[in-house]
């Protein structure tokens, strides 16, 4: 459970193997997680969770490094939360399990 205003979760994400479309898996997964893509650039992606009986929605924003690494970070659409209930935590470990499954299916 995450405390701050708002509050949020991040972690830093190396693809198993070396990829060259990134970018593009990345935004498969939101698609397949049915999080609707907000804005998106080649090093910055950004999408948004649905309110829900738990949230207001969260804010998810995707990071590409020129290493082939990403930061995903999922943070309360109401700056006024204080607490997640680890939602935030739960999202970010989805998009990283989707993430991370799509790579096993593609190879």
């Known amino acids: 459970?995450?405390?701050?205003?708002?509050?949020?979760?991040?972690?830093?994400?190396?693809?198993?193997e070396p990829d060259n479309d990134v970018h593009g898996r990345i935004l498969q997964c939101l698609s397949g997680l049915k999080w609707s893509v907000t804005h998106k650039n080649p090093?910055?992606?950004?999408?948004?969770?649905?309110?829900?009986l738990w949230s207001w929605g969260e804010k998810i924003t995707l990071e590409l490094n020129e290493s082939g690494t990403f930061s995903i970070t999922s943070k309360c659409a109401l700056p006024t939360q204080c607490f997640d209930w680890g939602k935030n935590q739960r999202n970010v470990q989805a998009f990283v399990t989707a993430f991370h499954k799509q790579a096993q299916a593609t190879s």
């Open 43 to 52: 090093n910055q992606i950004q999408a948004t969770t649905t309110i829900n």
């Open 1 to 16: 459970m995450s405390f701050g205003f708002p509050a949020y979760h991040k972690e830093t994400v190396e693809p198993n």
